[in-house]
């Protein structure tokens, strides 16, 4: 696709382009390092994705320039006989003098009907622009948890996960295989074993600012069901703290029953466009972990 006014064209993104888009997203959100942009590239660019999505996203290019950019993160879900495609609409940026020609790489991001598009971390001014292009809301902020606080069931224990673990008991390869990837990606997989069952979950490890200070946190990006994490706080408490991290952010649509904590709703919305609504606490293979706090 070319705009012959100013020789501006949008086309994938491929490995050659990493360095220049790095450097891009670098200039254009400030308070992220290139080291951030480079490790969570290349971790994407050794994962599998699905065929015939793009690897990387999008890039506008004028004049051999880089000058604007969207991540676009694919994976495939397989909660049944079929496969569901999610893409993390991931981070955009454009320079100044290229704005006119944004909508190119935005069009991208919804072209496929057949895919669930997620935005997770919209900036609170763009909250509008989101709802106005059609995306649903279904998310409606945080809670902030203190889980040491919750009962603990009698028996239970806490399983860690590594790289190198190559079974749980109690639970599906396809779980094993997820919490052992993450482990991979710098987040905390843990499995609780209780009487009944073994439940498994996934932590990224976060900052959050109080005044002038950080508090460091937990943010649970991978549980079955936000009940399942209800019953085994207690327990993840006690493996948290240890690590340091007595607070856990949980993706909600108000005030958690059986949680000890806050609810905030003017931050952690998170959007979705397509035929399958994304579940609550299921941030797996997103910017969040792929990239890193």
Request: proline share 6%; net charge positive.
């Amino acid at each position: 696709m070319a705009l012959e006014a100013r020789k501006v064209r949008c086309r994938e993104i491929g490995d050659a382009d990493i360095d220049a888009v790095s450097d891009l997203l670098t200039r254009g959100f400030s308070g992220r390092r290139r080291d951030y942009w480079l490790r969570g590239l290349h971790r994407h660019g050794a994962r599998e994705i699905p065929e015939g999505c793009p690897r990387y996203g999008y890039l506008l290019e004028s004049a051999g320039r880089v000058v604007g950019v969207l991540l676009l993160l694919y994976a495939a879900r397989r909660p049944g006989p079929e496969q569901i495609l999610r893409c993390n609409v991931s981070s955009w940026y454009v320079e100044p003098d290229f704005r006119n020609y944004a909508t190119l790489l935005t069009s991208m991001a919804q072209k496929n009907k057949q895919v669930t598009y997620v935005n997770i971390s919209p900036a609170v001014n763009t909250w509008p622009i989101i709802e106005a292009l059609g995306f649903k809301r279904y998310c409606n902020g945080m809670f902030f948890a203190v889980p040491l606080l919750s009962r603990t069931e009698k028996g239970a224990r806490v399983e860690v996960v590594t790289e190198a673990t190559r079974t749980v008991d109690g639970l599906s390869n396809t779980e094993c295989e997820l919490l052992r990837s993450h482990a991979a990606y710098g987040c905390v997989a843990l499995a609780v074993h209780l009487s009944d069952s073994t439940m498994p979950f996934l932590f990224v490890p976060k900052r959050v600012k109080h005044g002038r200070f950080p508090f460091p946190a937990m943010q649970l990006v991978y549980c079955r069901e936000v009940a399942e994490f209800v019953r085994c706080a207690g327990s993840l408490g006690r493996a948290l703290i240890w690590r340091g991290r007595p607070l856990v952010i949980v993706d909600a649509l108000g005030p958690v029953e059986g949680l000890t904590g806050f609810y905030v709703d003017s931050r952690g919305r998170k959007y979705y466009r397509g035929p399958n609504p994304p579940r609550l606490c299921d941030l797996t293979e997103t910017e969040l972990v792929l990239f890193g706090p």
